[in-house]
């Protein structure tokens, strides 16, 4: 498609920077009557590029200064993707984690060794969709959700993304929304899917008003059990949105409402073993692809507390109820200039439920651990017996299930609740100095958050299964008669975790650009982002107690609230900047190079469990360069990159089964991560083309040193150069597509390889490399109705993403267990759809 065709086709990307209507006009005008125009690579490569940018001109992806990863309508309808972090996947210096489900993933760009989205910021049309993305158990992806209103993605790695977002060393996600036409038009889909039991409906119409003015509305509705099955509906619920879009004479101006109501499940580890050959493999009586161990058991919960019953309900999973208002206006003046302003205010309700393994072992060795000090606390009992809490059953110790294991686990219920308003407002300018071209722009961004924040676990024993069932451990006496529990209804400890706090923050940035056309063909680009935050807030410390009125031990250590609040006054101030060059030697090809040094500050979340932390400013230096070259025969986009992380904290949470508690260290380490993306579509025949992304890096810490209590005595660790957390030194996909019958039919495969990774720091817990194969098929019945056909890891492949977090991630205590935890990829699935369109 030529630049004509991708502008006219709308969206309010081309309106962004585009300007005004005659500028699109003149524009197109302009393209149609070159006869170059078709000869030009596909519209991916000649769209405009509205990301990592604030100047006043056009830039196309073939044109930027960074590495740019544009995602069409039409290839996210391809893969269908359940969740933000699998529209994803196909992006080079990414690495992808979305086992857990809806919400909740984890990305990681360029090596930058965090967890969530830490590292990159989602924006949809240009503002952030949460200020802070990687808030503690909230992560934008939980608050933001695909579907037929989004008309493509644009995803800035690096380069200049930090310049004009906040909390963005890494990159942003771009989420740009479809924009109402001159006529009624819209689409619909309806989604089933058999292995999950999933139905979905999405949809979206443009109606046009009058003088250029038209309302957009879109949004979804599903309801899936999901692919591992809990026993009780896994994902409900779906968002609306409405958008009224003004095209003026000279620039545009939209309001939004967006209403998100929405629980998802939260997939975390699993029960797996290792064969004789040391494969990994699923545990008898547990199905490694689809089963989970969030059951109906553990659907309902009534913990103690000091502070009187708390409910526990794992349906809700991660619950968020959202409304989201945005003002986005776009305005040119004479002369050059242009006026742009955009504005966000947000107010969302979470709960994150979830059960979350912390530690696997036989059924005889749990109750060896735990038998003395339940006989100590009641003399009159003799014997300790195991069975289930529900229907009082005893428990085969050694052969329950077909395995006799049982899990220690966490009942977790988290509350989050955030109000927040961001407003970016900026001024550009084009203009020609000593006959060459600037674009400069100068930019305010302002964002408040006012976040609460409330959490209490409970351990829990559970037997390994499918249906995963509660258990007691009770001592009785020689008549057989009950003298008292170590657990209480499945329970092992109440109140294993406790927090309670709320902030605010207030964050002020100030940024300035340049892009400056030396030559017809040179270009240089620079920027700089001052930015400055104050926090303030109160986090409430923590007593234990002994609640003491029932026969069981499950009470005698309560983490509540001491009633004792510390507050926190923090502020903290940084610069980063940016420099690059973009060679255009001919009208296919160029080359960029680029530095910039950007940053993170700490935020409201940094304190809102700890008053007194002393988080550090996270400093990012990175080095790119890139090769670019388009034809209709091949599209190349090849970037080298080097990535130095300063004090990066690992948190070692680990989890201890003796007293069902968890015990905490912190270590800094700098990483260093260098590597090549590819990103590159062959088309040797009309009906064939092949597409590959992939990513080779090396990335180790630098300077990892600390002393470790070892059985109590202290021991020296040194990991430096050893491999980063979870992050593959190859992941590559490969897709090759067929499009038949005059383009009615398309089918195409993504293979995908993950090398070897880490879930510790010592590289002792090794998450084996794994392929894992995807295919679709799309069939156009008529112009209007389009049938497609999903199939989701055909090869049923355990795929481990993750290990066990809470076996600590310095040095992991499951490193050469047998028995371990570890979250792999969904099993095999298959899904149908059908698309109507007007």
Do not use: C
């Not at 690579?41 to 590029?49: L, R």
């Not at 001592?475 to 529990?485: H, K, P």
């Not at 019958?741 to 490399?769: C, K, W």
């Amino acid at each position: 498609m030529s630049r004509s065709t991708g502008l006219a086709r709308g969206g309010l990307a081309s309106l962004l920077l585009a300007g005004s209507m005659p500028a699109l006009a003149q524009a197109e005008a302009n393209l149609e009557s070159s006869a170059a125009a078709e000869e030009m690579a596909p519209n991916s490569d000649e769209e405009i590029i509205v990301t990592g940018r604030a100047g006043a001109g056009e830039r196309t992806k073939l044109e930027t200064s960074y590495a740019v990863t544009t995602l069409e309508n039409e290839t996210l309808r391809s893969r269908a993707a359940s969740s933000v972090t699998e529209t994803l996947k196909s992006v080079p210096g990414f690495w992808v984690e979305a086992s857990g489900g809806e919400g909740s993933g984890n990305v990681r760009a360029r090596g930058i060794p965090v967890d969530g989205f830490g590292s990159i910021n989602l924006l949809e049309d240009g503002l952030p969709v949460q200020h802070d993305p990687s808030l503690g158990y909230l992560n934008a992806d939980q608050a933001f959700r695909v579907d037929e209103s989004i008309e493509r993605i644009e995803v800035v790695r690096g380069g200049p993304a930090s310049i004009f977002t906040s909390n963005a060393p890494g990159g942003v996600i771009n989420f740009i929304t479809k924009t109402p036409g001159d006529t009624l038009s819209g689409n619909a889909r309806i989604l089933y899917g058999p292995t999950a039991d999933l139905f979905r409906f999405d949809g979206w119409v443009g109606v046009p008003i009058a003088d250029g003015w038209g309302l957009g509305i879109g949004g979804f509705y599903r309801n899936e059990d999901g692919v591992r099955d809990p026993g009780y509906t896994g994902n409900k619920g779906g968002q609306i949105r409405a958008d009224l879009t003004g095209r003026l004479d000279q620039g545009y101006v939209r309001l939004s409402y967006k209403r998100l109501d929405d629980r998802a499940i939260f997939y975390t580890g699993i029960p797996l073993t290792k064969d004789a050959q040391g494969d990994i493999v699923g545990i008898a009586g547990f199905d490694p692809q689809y089963d989970t161990t969030a059951s109906r058991s553990t659907a309902f919960l009534n913990l103690r507390s000091a502070f009187g019953p708390l409910s526990f309900d794992n349906t809700d999973g991660s619950r968020i109820r959202l409304d989201q208002y945005s003002a986005l206006v776009d305005y040119d003046l004479p002369g050059g200039w242009k006026l742009s302003n955009r504005s966000r205010y947000r107010e969302s309700e979470t709960v994150r439920n979830g059960v979350y393994p912390a530690s696997i072992s036989t059924a005889a060795a749990f109750v060896a651990g735990r038998q003395a000090a339940l006989l100590a606390a009641f003399p009159g009992a003799n014997r300790t017996i195991l069975r289930y809490a529900d229907t009082g059953e005893a428990f085969d110790i050694a052969g329950q299930n077909g395995n006799g294991l049982v899990f220690q686990n966490s009942a977790r219920p988290v509350a989050v609740d955030e109000r927040e308003f961001l407003n970016d407002f900026r001024v550009a300018w084009t203009f020609d100095l000593f006959g060459q071209r600037h674009d400069i722009a100068i930019g305010f961004y302002y964002a408040h958050i006012r976040e609460t924040f409330r959490r209490y676990s409970a351990t829990t024993l559970q037997d390994v299964s499918g249906d995963s069932r509660l258990l007691d451990l009770i001592a009785v006496n020689a008549a057989g008669q009950v003298v008292g529990s170590a657990s209480e209804n499945g329970v092992l400890r109440y109140g294993s975790e406790f927090a309670n706090g709320a902030g605010n923050s207030d964050t002020y940035a100030l940024y300035l650009s340049d892009e400056w056309q030396v030559t017809p063909q040179l270009r240089i680009d620079a920027g700089l982002r001052q930015e400055w935050i104050d926090t303030q807030g109160t986090q409430e410390g923590t007593a234990t107690v002994n609640l003491g009125d029932r026969a069981t031990l499950a009470d005698d250590q309560v983490l509540t609230g001491s009633g004792i609040f510390t507050p926190f006054d923090r502020s903290f101030d940084k610069l980063g900047f940016t420099v690059g060059a973009n060679w255009q030697f001919s009208r296919n090809a160029g080359l960029f190079a680029r530095y910039t040094s950007a940053f993170r500050l700490p935020s409201v979340g940094s304190f809102i469990t700890s008053a007194t932390a002393q988080p550090v400013t996270q400093d990012i230096k990175m080095w790119e360069a890139g090769f670019k070259y388009s034809s209709r025969l091949l599209s190349l986009y090849a970037t080298a990159f080097n990535t130095d992380f300063g004090s990066f904290s690992i948190g070692n949470f680990v989890f201890n089964p003796a007293t069902g508690g968890y015990t905490q260290q912190t270590e800094y380490a700098d990483t260093r991560t260098y590597g090549i993306e590819l990103e590159g579509t062959l088309r040797p025949v009309k009906w064939l083309d092949l597409t590959v992304n992939g990513t080779l890096q090396n990335p180790e810490f630098r300077n990892l040193q600390f002393t470790e209590l070892v059985n109590g005595a202290p021991v020296q660790r040194d990991y430096f150069g050893n491999q980063l957390l979870r992050v593959p030194k190859l992941a590559l996909r490969v897709t090759p597509a067929v499009t038949l019958l005059d383009g009615r039919f398309r089918a195409q495969m993504d293979v995908e390889h993950y090398a070897r990774r880490f879930s510790d720091a010592a590289n002792t817990s090794a998450l084996p490399a794994y392929t894992v194969i995807n295919a679709s098929a799309r069939f156009d019945l008529t112009p209007q109705i389009s049938l497609w056909a999903y199939g989701d890891n055909l090869t049923n492949s355990i795929g481990l993403t993750e290990g066990n977090p809470r076996a600590g991630e310095l040095t992991s205590g499951q490193a050469n267990d047998l028995l371990f935890i570890g979250r792999p990829i969904l099993g095999r699935s298959f899904r149908l759809a059908v698309d109507f369109r007007f």
